[in-house]
C-alpha cells in the first residue's frame, strides 16, 4: 500500500538527496506542529551536509534546535519529549558520534514500549549518515547498522534513492515506534529527477523492492551498496549473468516476502554490503534465506562485505569497500557444485 | 507516604551524613572573573625572557604550519585540516609546559601542540592526511593519538594519571578539549573522576567561541567554563588564551600543583578561531567578519612581539630570524608532503589484533589475491 500526498507546487525542485530528506522533513514539520528536529549545527548552518537547510529560519529555533554537543543528551532528551507527545527528528552529525547515545538507544529508546506494555510508544527518528567512500578521517564511515539491528524495538531504514529518502523519512517521522534511520553519506549528492512538484509517495517501512529483475542470481543490498550492484549486474551481462537487484530499504522490519520469492526464482543469492561480514547484517540475511528457500537454492547464499577491520584510512578505503569485480567473483561462484 | 506527609517535611533541611564533609571551601575554587593577563601589565616585567623568546618562536612556527597545513589542503595532499591559527598561544603552552616524562592528550585540532612537544611534523598529519588513522607510537612522546570523538581522550587522561601515581612515578596528564566538548558526559564524568582520585591532571579548554556553527551561548549558560570545575571540587581558571605568558604561567602552576599531589585543574582558556572549523567548512554562514577583525587585532603573536621589542628582548633580526626559522620548517614540511605516501594495502590486516585470526587470514589472502591480478593486468 503506497500512500500518496499532495505536495504544493514550488519554484525550487530538489534533486540531491539530501535536498529530499531536507523536503521530508520541512513538509512533515509543516503539517504536524509536533515534529521538532534537533542535534549539532542543525539550525543557522543546516547541519554539516545541509540536510536540515532553513529549516529553523522557516519554523524557528524551538522548533530546529542547535542542541548542546552531548549525544547521550540529545538523544535522552529527545526520549522525555516524545514521553510528553512530541516527535523529535534528531540528527546524530557522524555514523561514529552516536556512539555515546548508545545507552539511551539501547536502555530506553528501544523498549519503552515493550517495558510499559504499549503504554509509552517512543515516536521520534534518528537520522544517522552512515558509511564511508567519502574520504573521511577515523570515526567519519562507520557502517553501524548491525549494532541498530541487533537491538529489537527498533526499525532500521536505509534509502538508496532521493525517491526513497523522502518517502521513507516521511513514513519514519509518521511511525509511532522509533526508527534509526540511516543515511548513505556518500548518496547524499546523487542525483535524480524526483520532483516534489509531483504527488510525492510515502513509502511504508519494511517493504523491500525489486529494482532490476533477472534469472540467474539474486544480489541482495541496500543503501551505499546498491548502486555497485546495479553495475555489477550490468557487467555480468557480458558473462552471461541475468542478475534480479533487490534494494531492502528496510533492515528491521525484514521484507522475507520480496527477497525469498526472488531467490525462489533465480535459485541462487548474494548478499552485498560496506559493513563487516562477521556477524554482519549479511550473516542474518543469508540465515534467513537458507532457511526458507533451502530447496530452491543452487548454490549457498555468499556474502560479499567489507573486510573485518576497524574502517580503513581514506587512503585505503578502496580496498576495503566491496566493488563490482568482487561482486563478479562472487557471482562466478555460484556455479557450485555440491562436493566441491 | 509522601514527602509532604513526613513529620517536619515543611520545614525540611537537608543535612549531610556526619562523615561527609566538602573537600574545600568553594571561593579559592572559583575563578578569577577576569580573564588572567600577563603580557602589556606589570606582570610581564618579571617574566624570564628565555620562556618568551622561546613561545615567540615557536608561536611563529605554529602559525607558519597551519598556514602550509591549510595550503597543503588545497593541492589534494591532506584531506582535511583544522587549522588553531589565532589559538597558537593555548597549543604551544600546552606543550612548553610539560616533563619529558608528562603526557598530552590532544584533540584532533590539536596537532601544533603535539608538534611543539617533538612529534615529527610529518607524522602529526597521518590522520588528517589519510594513510593511517594516528601512526606514531604514543609511548615515544607520551602523545595519546589526536582524537576526533569529542572529550573521550578525557577520561583517559585521568586514568593514566591515576594508574602513574599508584606506581609512584611522577607523571602529569595535560589533556585538551574545546568548548563545546566540554558539554560532552565524557568532560563531566572525567572531571569527576580526577578529583575524587585526586589524580594529577590539567584539563585544558580551548574556547574558541564556536563548535563548528554553534556559539558558546548555546553551548552553556555557565558564567565561564571555567566555572565547571567547582561543583567538582576542583580549582577553575579563567587566562586569556591569546596571551601566551599567561596560558604558560597558569599551565605552569595548575601543572606543579597536579606535580606535588594538590589534585586536577580545569583552565579555560579564552581564544578565538580565526579561520573556519576545517577547510571544508564555510563560516560566512554563521559568523560575520567584524568579529573575526576584532580577534585579528588581540592576536597572539602580535601581543608578543609588541612586549618582546618594547622590553628590548627582540630585535628586527630577531623577528627575521624567527620568520626564517618557520619558512625553513615549511619548506621541509611541503616537500616532505609532496612525496607521495608509501602503502601497503595488506597491513589492513597487520595490526587488528596482537594474533591475525583464521578469518582475518582469508580475507588477506583474498585481497593479496585480487592485488595479483591488478598488478599483472598492469603489465599486460
Ligand atoms: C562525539 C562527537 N560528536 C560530534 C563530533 C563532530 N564534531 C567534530 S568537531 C565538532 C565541534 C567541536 O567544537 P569544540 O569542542 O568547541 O572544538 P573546536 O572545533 O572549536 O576546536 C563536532 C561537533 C565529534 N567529533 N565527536
Not at chain 2, 252 to 267: I, Q, W
Request: with cysteine.
Amino acid at each position: 500500500m503506497t500512500t500518496v500526498a499532495a505536495k504544493p507546487a514550488t519554484a525550487a525542485k530538489p534533486a540531491t538527496m539530501a535536498q529530499a530528506l531536507q523536503r521530508a522533513m520541512r513538509d512533515a514539520m509543516a503539517e504536524d506542529p509536533t515534529v521538532h528536529v534537533m542535534g549539532e549545527d542543525v539550525g543557522t548552518l543546516g547541519g554539516v551536509f545541509r540536510v536540515t537547510d532553513g529549516l529553523a529560519k522557516e519554523f524557528g529555533d524551538d522548533r530546529c534546535t542547535d542542541t548542546p554537543l552531548a549525544e547521550a543528551g540529545i538523544l535522552g532528551t529527545a526520549v522525555g519529549m516524545a514521553m510528553y507527545g512530541l516527535r523529535p527528528v534528531v540528527e546524530m552529525q557522524f555514523d561514529a558520534f552516536a556512539y555515546p547515545a548508545f545507552e539511551q538507544m539501547v536502555s530506553h529508546v528501544s523498549r519503552m514500549r515493550n517495558r510499559t506494555r504499549g503504554a509509552m510508544p517512543m515516536p521520534l527518528v534518528v537520522r544517522v549518515p552512515y558509511g564511508g567512500g567519502i574520504g573521511g578521517v577515523e570515526h567519519h564511515s562507520d557502517s553501524s547498522e548491525a549494532y541498530y539491528m541487533a537491538t529489537p524495538g527498533l526499525h532500521v531504514v536505509t534509502p538508496a534513492t532521493v525517491a526513497d529518502a523522502y518517502g521513507l523519512l516521511r513514513a519514519a517521522i509518521a511511525s509511532d515506534d522509533p526508527v534509526v534511520f540511516l543515511e548513505p553519506k556518500r548518496l547524499y549528492w546523487s542525483k535524480s529527477d524526483w520532483s516534489p512538484d509531483a504527488p510525492t509517495a510515502v513509502e511504508p517501512i519494511g517493504r523491500a523492492v525489486v529494482r532490476r529483475t533477472g534469472r540467474s542470481a539474486t544480489l541482495i543490498t541496500y543503501g551505499p551498496s546498491l548502486p555497485v550492484c546495479m553495475e555489477a549486474a550490468e557487467a555480468a551481462r557480458a558473462e552471461g549473468w541475468d542478475l534480479e537487484v533487490v534494494d531492502l530499504r528496510s533492515l528491521v522490519p525484514f521484507d522475507d516476502e520480496t527477497v525469498c520469492a526472488s531467490v525462489r526464482r533465480t535459485g541462487r543469492a548474494v548478499v552485498v554490503h560496506e559493513s563487516t561480514g562477521f556477524a554482519g547484517p549479511g550473516a542474518e540475511i543469508a540465515a534467513r534465506v537458507t532457511e526458507r528457500c533451502f530447496h530452491h537454492l543452487e548454490a549457498p547464499v555468499l556474502r560479499v562485505a567489507g573486510f573485518d577491520i576497524p574502517y580503513p584510512p581514506p587512503m585505503l578505503e578502496r580496498h576495503h569497500l566491496p566493488g563490482v569485480d568482487r561482486i563478479l567473483d562472487a557471482v562466478a561462484r555460484l556455479q557450485w557444485e555440491a562436493g566441491s | 507516604m509522601t514527602v509532604q506527609e513526613l513529620p517536619g517535611a515543611a520545614s525540611y533541611r537537608f543535612t549531610p551524613p556526619p562523615a561527609w564533609k566538602p573537600r574545600t571551601d568553594p571561593a579559592p575554587l572559583l575563578p578569577d572573573p577576569e580573564p588572567f593577563r600577563v603580557l602589556g601589565t606589570d606582570a610581564a616585567a618579571g617574566f624570564a625572557p628565555a620562556v618568551l623568546r622561546r613561545l615567540y618562536a615557536e608561536l611563529v612556527r605554529g602559525r607558519r604550519y597551519n598556514a602550509q597545513a591549510t595550503a597543503l589542503t588545497k593541492q589534494g595532499r591532506l584531506a582535511v585540516y583544522p587549522s588553531s591559527t589565532g589559538q597558537e598561544a593555548c597549543e604551544v603552552a600546552a606543550a612548553l609546559v610539560l616533563e619529558e616524562q608528562d603526557w598530552l592528550f590532544p584533540s584532533y585540532r590539536d596537532t601544533l601542540a603535539a608538534v611543539a612537544r617533538g612529534l615529527d611534523p610529518v607524522e602529526a598529519l597521518t590522520l588528517l592526511r589519510g594513510d593511517w588513522h594516528t601512526g606514531y607510537d604514543p609511548r615515544e612522546h607520551r602523545i595519546a593519538p589526536l582524537c576526533t570523538p569529542l572529550a573521550t581522550q578525557l577520561p583517559h587522561a585521568v586514568g593514566l594519571a591515576h594508574a602513574a601515581r599508584l606506581k609512584g612515578d611522577d607523571v602529569v596528564a595535560l589533556a585538551m578539549v574545546g568548548d563545546g566538548g566540554t558539554s560532552e558526559g565524557d568532560f563531566h564524568e572525567a572531571l569527576n573522576f580526577a578529583a575524587v582520585w585526586q589524580a594529577p591532571v590539567v584539563f585544558l579548554v580551548q574556547n574558541n567561541g564556536f563548535a563548528i556553527s554553534v556559539p558558546l551561548a548555546k553551548q552553556t549558560a555557565a558564567p565561564s567554563l571555567a566555572h565547571k570545575a567547582v561543583g567538582y571540587g576542583m580549582p577553575g581558571r579563567l587566562v586569556d588564551g591569546n596571551d601566551a605568558a599567561a596560558v604558560h604561567q597558569v599551565l605552569s602552576e595548575a601543572v606543579a600543583r597536579a606535580r606535588r599531589g594538590g589534585g586536577p585543574t580545569l583552565v579555560e582558556a579564552v581564544t578565538y578561531r580565526v579561520e573556519a572549523h576545517t577547510n571544508a567548512d564555510d563560516a560566512t554562514r554563521y559568523r560575520g567578519d567584524g568579529e573575526v577583525e576584532a580577534w585579528r587585532q588581540h592576536d597572539p603573536i602580535k601581543l608578543l612581539e609588541r612586549e618582546l621589542t618594547e622590553r628590548g628582548l627582540i630585535d628586527e633580526d630577531g623577528v627575521r630570524e624567527a620568520a626564517e626559522r618557520a619558512e625553513a620548517m615549511a619548506a621541509r614540511l611541503r616537500e616532505r608532503m609532496n612525496a607521495d605516501a608509501v602503502l601497503d594495502p595488506m597491513d589492513l590486516f597487520t595490526h587488528v589484533y596482537a594474533e591475525q585470526t583464521a578469518q582475518l587470514r582469508e580475507q588477506a589472502a583474498q585481497l593479496r589475491a585480487e592485488l595479483d591480478a591488478e598488478a599483472e593486468g598492469d603489465e599486460r
